[in-house]
Structures are given as C-alpha cells and as structure tokens.
C-alpha cells in the first residue's frame, strides 16, 4: 500500500522558515516524481514543487522560485520542502503526491497517490 506522510507544519511569522517532510512508502516504481502541492481555503489546488526520482531534477511553480527549495533523501525515503521568506500568501495545506513517471510535472491530476496534508499558516 503506497503511503505518504506529511509533518513540519505550522505557523510562523512573515519572512520565516518552515521544512515540510513527505516520508514515502509501499511503492516500487522505477521511475517516480514527488511533488509538493498546496490548496489555500477557496481555491484550486496548485503544484508547488516536484522532484525526480532518476536524476534529482527538480521544477517549481514560478511564486516561490528563489524562495523554496525540494530535495531527497532516498536512504530514508523522504522529500523535503524547505520554504523560506514565507509570505502570508503561502498559507494552505500542503500536501505530496507521487506519480510513477519521469515528467515533472506541477499538474495534480497526474498523479496518483497523495498524503493527508499539513496546514502551514503564515502570520503577517
């Protein structure tokens, strides 16, 4: 069973820091990409960030370019979002996802599987 797990929310100020977590598990794909998603109250959900799992290769909606920043930790199967400069516009729940592809892609309805969310709040 594909798992996923989202920790390190929460609230902090305007210009603080947060790390997201995204412990992954019960899949076998060759190729896979993880991605960080996030859906504000009222809104769509919109593809924040995403990783490849067969060179690290990394894409980013253009809102947080130079302020987030994804990596992996394949020994202990998980994906980090390091979020910087956080700006109350970056409040929502964030949720990863993963799709058995090579495409970085920051469209969620390509993917298949999806965490339960962590709710980061950004007080200005």
């Known amino acids: 069973e594909v798992q996923l797990v989202e920790s390190g929310g929460g609230l902090v100020q305007t210009g603080g820091s947060l790390r997201l977590s995204c412990a992954a598990s019960?899949?076998?794909?060759?190729?896979?990409?993880i991605g960080w998603f996030r859906q504000a109250p009222g809104k769509e959900r919109e593809g924040v960030a995403c990783?490849?799992?067969?060179?690290?290769?990394?894409s980013y909606t253009n809102s947080v370019k130079g302020r987030f920043t994804i990596s992996s930790d394949n020994a202990k199967n998980t994906v980090y979002l390091q979020m910087n400069s956080l700006k109350p516009e970056d409040t929502a729940v964030y949720y990863c996802?993963?799709?058995?592809?090579?495409?970085?892609?920051?469209?969620?309805?390509?993917?298949?599987?999806w965490g339960q969310g962590t709710q980061v709040t950004v007080s200005s």
């Open positions: 019960g899949f076998t794909f060759e190729d896979y990409v």
């Open positions: 990783i490849s799992s067969t060179n690290g290769a990394t």
């Open positions: 996802a993963v799709r058995s592809d090579r495409m970085l892609l920051l469209l969620s309805q390509w993917y298949n599987y």
